[in-house]
């Protein structure tokens, strides 16, 4: 099973995000590294099996970053919406479980 997670960074910590997700457990779709040895997900879609399998890079995204800039000393904020092929792969996950 696959869940979405949203997670607040408290540090800007490298990989802190996929380390804590796979020391509870639930490693990050796509997340070579810290990756979690699971058994093939039965009764799946197709098509949404194949653009997992497909998928050539970490299920893991940041909508906003921020940080104070050094020399201006004001915060900085930046959005992004989410990728496409993530999208796609969401939207078939949001639908295979009705």
Known sequence: TFSLIECKLETGRTHQIRVHMKYLGNSILGD??????????KNIDH??????????R??????????IHPKKNE??????????ELQIILKKLRNSSK
Not at 32 to 41: H, W
Not at 48 to 56: G, M, Q, R, S
């Open 58 to 67: 970490q299920f893991l995204h940041a909508k906003i970053l921020g940080f």
């Open 32 to 41: 070579d590294k810290y990756k979690k040895n699971f058994k093939k997900i």
């Open 75 to 84: 915060e900085m904020l930046f959005n992004s919406i989410l990728p496409k």
């Open 47 to 56: 098509l949404l099996e194949k653009d997992l399998i497909n998928l050539n």
